[in-house]
């Protein structure tokens, strides 16, 4: 397994952008496919989107298309997401997570703490 600390959550207003970062310990990063999920209170987690192990390939939920751009840097062991046009209905806290690939929790063996972001309307 992989160690994942996500970074760069924080308060922004509607029509806004925020950037995350998720960095990874060991040296199989590149091995991995790394997603995004998103859980909001009172709601179950949520795919957001996930790259390929060589950021080839990038899939998003629909919810998210065109606002979100998932990014990898494989020389630092870094996986970024890019949010921008942010709505209050983004408001969540914000997963990393490594492994297979898929577009379901149960596809990702590493998770990293979370981190909080709230979308002012």
């Known amino acids: 397994q992989v160690q994942l600390v996500e970074s760069g959550g924080g308060l922004v207003q509607a029509g806004g952008s925020l950037r995350l970062s998720c960095a990874a310990s060991?040296?199989?990063?590149?091995?991995?496919?790394m997603g995004w999920f998103r859980q909001a209170p009172g709601k179950e987690r949520e795919f957001v989107g996930f790259?390929?192990?060589?950021?080839?390939?990038?899939y998003y939920a629909d919810s998210v298309k065109g606002r979100f751009t998932i990014s990898r840097d494989n020389a630092k062991n870094e996986v970024y997401l890019q949010m921008n046009n942010l709505e209050p209905e983004d408001t969540a806290i914000y997963y990393c997570?490594?492994?297979?690939?898929?577009?379901?929790?149960?596809?990702?063996?590493?998770w990293g703490q979370g981190t909080q972001v709230t979308v002012s309307s």
């Open positions: 997570a490594a492994g297979w690939g898929g577009y379901y929790a149960a596809d990702y063996n590493s």
């Open positions: 060991g040296r199989t990063f590149s091995s991995y496919v």
């Open positions: 790259i390929s192990r060589s950021a080839t390939n990038t």
